[in-house]
């Protein structure tokens, strides 16, 4: 019980920052290669996935708690869009999608051994 009490107060911790981070204005980091930002959505939403399951999956699907994630993100590129100083990207969407995705296969595949 301890360690899915661990899981929720990391993932809704960690939530809340990407949260924060994906609507206020930064300054930008230098690129090490082109699509460096898309790894960090990718990593981000992979993490993200990882506690969420460890948090939640006894209580819901897989599915539905990969559905409910990628909603977030989708929000969150609607919400940068009204900002003004962000914009919204479907390649960042998508990116957190196949984050959500990585996050899903390596769970199976623990749980299968």
């Given amino acids: 019980m301890i360690l899915i009490t661990a899981y929720r107060a990391t993932f809704w911790c960690l939530l809340v920052v990407v949260g924060l981070f994906s609507v206020v204005t930064l300054e930008p980091i230098q690129h090490i290669f082109d699509w460096q930002d ?5 990593l981000a939403y992979a993490v993200l996935f990882w506690l969420l399951l460890g948090a939640y999956e006894q209580q819901q699907k897989l599915w539905k708690l990969a559905i409910l994630l990628a909603a977030f993100s989708g929000l969150i590129e609607i919400a940068q869009s009204y900002t003004g100083y962000r914009q919204a990207d479907w390649m960042d969407l998508l990116a957190n ?5 990585v996050a899903a296969f390596l769970h199976m595949l623990r749980r299968n051994f």
């Fill in 38 to 42: 898309k790894l960090h959505h990718l």
């Fill in 97 to 101: 999608i196949i984050g959500i995705l």
